[in-house]
């Protein structure tokens, strides 16, 4: 095994790994930055990721995904998120039309796991694990 490595003939020494700084930043934090997104950063406004809405302060933010960190981006960036966009559109799809939901507990009462992917929870029983208590119902809508 040799310590160089040849790019186009040219053969620089790897005497020593290369160093990359890098820097902790939660993706939440940036997707729901006030200082970046505006002081409604918390309410879901789907018309914010249209092209011509997307604040100045966002626009040079690297993303495959409307200026958001979910799927980084680049040659980094997730090899599946087209895929799971297509399931989320359709689950979400077939959910919303065919049922209603309601929460089964009262809003304040739900906390969220900073965990890779935050998870709910019941805030007055945090043993009980991970869950979202809701009322389901088939919509009444004759197709």
Request: glycine content about 6%; some cysteine.
């Given at each position: 095994?040799?310590?160089?490595?040849?790019?186009?003939?040219?053969?620089?020494?790897?005497?020593?790994?290369?160093l990359?700084?890098?820097?902790?930043?939660?993706?939440?934090?940036?997707?729901?930055?006030?200082?970046?997104?505006?002081?409604?950063?918390?309410k879901?406004?789907?018309?914010?990721?249209?092209?011509?809405?997307?604040?100045?302060?966002?626009?040079?933010?690297?993303?495959?995904?409307?200026?958001?960190?979910?799927?980084?981006?680049?040659?980094?960036?997730?090899?599946?998120?087209?895929?799971?966009?297509?399931?989320?559109?359709?689950?979400?799809?077939?959910?919303?039309?065919?049922?209603?939901?309601?929460?089964?507990?009262?809003?304040?009462d739900?906390?969220?796991?900073?965990?890779?992917?935050?998870?709910?929870?019941?805030?007055?029983?945090?043993?009980?694990?991970?869950?979202?208590?809701?009322?389901?119902?088939?919509?009444?809508?004759?197709?």
């Amino acid at each position: 095994m040799s310590s160089s490595a040849s790019v186009s003939g040219v053969l620089p020494p790897l005497t020593r790994p290369a160093l990359i700084p890098h820097a902790h930043a939660s993706f939440r934090a940036i997707n729901r930055s006030k200082e970046l997104w505006g002081i409604d950063s918390e309410k879901f406004k789907p018309e914010r990721w249209v092209e011509n809405h997307v604040p100045e302060t966002v626009k040079s933010i690297p993303a495959v995904w409307s200026n958001m960190m979910s799927f980084l981006a680049g040659p980094h960036a997730c090899i599946g998120y087209r895929i799971a966009l297509l399931q989320m559109k359709s689950m979400l799809f077939t959910l919303v039309r065919d049922f209603e939901f309601e929460l089964a507990i009262s809003s304040e009462d739900i906390g969220r796991r900073k965990n890779i992917v935050g998870r709910p929870y019941v805030a007055s029983d945090p043993g009980s694990g991970s869950q979202l208590p809701m009322l389901i119902q088939p919509c009444n809508v004759v197709v």
